[in-house]
T-cell receptor, first 114, second 112 residues
Framework: AQSVTQLDSQVPVFEEAPVELRCNYS??????LFWYVQYPNQGLQLLLK??????LVKGINGFEAEFNKSQTSFHLRKPSVHISDTAEYFC????????????FGGGTRVLVKP | NAGVTQTPKFQVLKTGQSMTLQCAQD?????MSWYRQDPGMGLRLIHY???????DQGEVPNGYNVSRSTTEDFPLRLLSAAPSQTSVYFC???????????FGSGTRLTVV
């Protein structure tokens, strides 16, 4: 079964500093990759997704992620964070060979400090 | 366009009680699913449906039941609530071509 590992459970970062959130998934021939954000007491909002094509994906709010097939990774980056980026971020994967179910990582809490 | 609507938003149950969490979508999505969110564990798939009349189990199905009589609705039933089912539950639907998931705002369930 597909598994998704987010290597950091919490990431404190100062405002205007860069941030990188790491995500690795178990190997598969064909996957779709996603990053979601959850603000406090809210549902999940899609930040970006990789279905095919360019391995560098740009999303909303200045976030981007890079798909690395050889390392089975899909790390999320933002060059300069704002206080409003304080949230929990989830990496998720659809394994097309395993029923197209969306599997989530454990989440990374980002706390942006002034 | 309401998207995915979940009711109720909050619920407290006593151990052994049963209840149904409601989920409705107005986007004509064939695929719908239920997740539970627990701290440090992300979201785990409970049950999913690929269309009316078709359901299947996800990662953590025990203690839950689903049915899909219409495209719009996908209720989740707790048969006999247990404290281990204390969680936040999310319903989601997905379009068939671009894999765009839309999530509801969640139901926070406490079982005492």
């Amino acid at each position: 079964a597909q598994s998704v590992t987010q290597l950091d459970s919490q990431v404190p970062v100062f405002e205007e500093a860069p941030v990188e959130l790491r995500c690795n998934y178990s190997s598969s021939v064909s996957v779709y990759l996603f990053w979601y954000v959850q603000y406090p007491n809210q549902g999940l909002q899609l930040l970006l997704k990789y279905l095919s094509g360019s391995t560098l994906v740009k999303g909303i709010n200045g976030f981007e992620a890079e798909f690395n097939k050889s390392q089975t990774s899909f790390h999320l980056r933002k060059p300069s964070v704002h206080i409003s980026d304080t949230a929990e971020y989830f990496c998720a994967v659809i394994d097309k060979a395993a029923g197209n179910k969306l599997t989530f990582g454990g989440g990374t809490r980002v706390l942006v400090k002034p | 366009n309401a998207g995915v609507t979940q009711t109720p938003k909050f619920q407290v149950l006593k151990t052994g009680q049963s209840m149904t969490l409601q989920c409705a979508q107005d986007m004509n999505h064939e695929y719908m699913s239920w997740y539970r969110q627990d701290p440090g564990m992300g979201l785990r798939l409970i049950h999913y449906s690929v269309g009316a009349g078709i359901t299947d189990q996800g990662e953590v199905p025990n203690g839950y039941n689903v049915s899909r009589s219409t495209t719009e609705d996908f209720p989740l039933r707790l048969l006999s609530a247990a404290p281990s089912q204390t969680s936040v539950y999310f319903c989601a639907s997905r379009d068939s071509f671009f894999y765009g998931y839309t999530f509801g705002s969640g139901t926070r369930l406490t079982v005492v």
